[in-house]
């Protein structure tokens, strides 16, 4: 869910961060106090500050300074089952005006015919192909023989180049990966008997250690991958949300060769 903060989001560490307190100065200091009359929504939030704090930071973060009233905030109706969390500064005036700007901009980069996910799926394809991995399976639980029958999920590709076979997992979304669905991937990789490939717009360090600690590679590619022709609508979610979305009709130079060259360095070393 890419819409609201709230300190039940999976993998939230239970612990309270010191870091949080660094936060709460940033965004008081950053965002509210400059912009007294903006308001903003959670996920976004977490997204202008994710080089400086992880996501679940920024979270407790906001809650916090809410509970302390230094700042306002409301969870309001987006669409059918589904809130958005609104913050703003005490000095705003007119909060709902721009709450029900943002809130039609959300709703139209949302919409499930806008495909997003299938999308990064296929410009990874067509990379990934350029450096010679090939797709060998889309929506994977059954590899090498075996099937997955633990849970109810899938591998979203098997690509496979000099020998070697990577479990691919592929996520275009403004949020992180949930912590227990890569934990199960990472589980499935391991046993499918194939390397993980993580290929995430935004991952925290820990989660990106973890893949390589499998003996994975974490390639995160940064901006939300629109559709080629939803260009104004990229344009306007950076406008007016200052979101990192772009609409390119292939995946910018150097995205996957950063995962070729660790590839062939791995292959060089180890000769497989």
């Given at each position: 869910?890419d819409y ?5 989001l999976?993998g939230?560490p ?5 870091k ?7 965004l008081m200091?950053e965002?509210?106090?400059t912009?007294p009359?903006e308001?903003?929504?959670g ?11 992880f996501h679940?930071?920024t979270?407790?973060?906001l809650n916090?300074?809410?509970a302390e009233?230094k700042i306002g905030?409301?969870k309001?109706?987006l669409?059918?089952d589904t ?6 500064s005490t000095?705003?005036?007119y ?16 919409r499930p015919e806008l495909g997003l996910?299938?999308?990064?799926e ?5 990379g990934?192909?350029?450096?010679r991995f090939v797709?060998?399976a889309v929506d994977?639980?059954s590899?090498?023989g075996?099937s997955?029958?633990?849970?109810g ?6 690509y ?5 076979s990577?479990?691919a997992?592929?996520?275009?979304t ?6 227990e669905e890569?934990?199960t991937?990472l589980?499935?990789?391991?046993f499918?008997g194939?390397r ?10 820990s989660?990106?250690f973890?893949v390589i ?6 390639l995160?590619?940064?901006t939300?991958l629109?559709p ?13 949300l200052?979101?990192?979305a772009?609409a390119p ?13 660790w590839?062939?360095?791995k292959?060089?070393r180890?000769g497989?």
């Amino acid at each position: 869910m890419d819409y609201f903060v709230d300190d039940e989001l999976a993998g939230v560490p239970a612990h309270r961060d010191p870091k949080t307190d660094e936060a709460k100065q940033v965004l008081m200091k950053e965002l509210f106090d400059t912009q007294p009359e903006e308001v903003f929504y959670g996920r976004q939030i977490e997204v202008l500050f994710e080089r400086v704090f992880f996501h679940w930071i920024t979270s407790r973060a906001l809650n916090e300074l809410v509970a302390e009233e230094k700042i306002g905030s409301a969870k309001e109706p987006l669409a059918k089952d589904t809130h958005i969390r609104f913050f703003w500064s005490t000095r705003c005036r007119y909060w709902k005006r721009r709450a029900k700007r943002i809130s039609e901009v959300v709703l139209e980069f949302s919409r499930p015919e806008l495909g997003l996910g299938l999308h990064a799926e296929l410009m990874f394809d067509a990379g990934l192909a350029r450096a010679r991995f090939v797709p060998t399976a889309v929506d994977v639980r059954s590899h090498g023989g075996k099937s997955w029958t633990r849970t109810g999920h899938d591998l979203d590709r098997i690509y496979e180049r000099d020998g070697v076979s990577y479990g691919a997992e592929i996520k275009n979304t403004l949020g992180y990966i949930e912590r227990e669905e890569l934990e199960t991937k990472l589980e499935m990789c391991a046993f499918f008997g194939v390397r993980p490939l993580f290929i995430m717009r935004a991952s925290p360090k820990s989660y990106n250690f973890e893949v390589i600690r499998r003996g994975g590679f974490a390639l995160v590619f940064g901006t939300q991958l629109y559709p080629f022709g939803h260009g104004a609508l990229a344009e306007q979610v950076q406008r007016e949300l200052g979101l990192p979305a772009a609409a390119p009709r292939a995946l910018p130079a150097g995205t996957v060769e950063r995962f070729a060259r660790w590839h062939e360095r791995k292959v060089a070393r180890q000769g497989v």
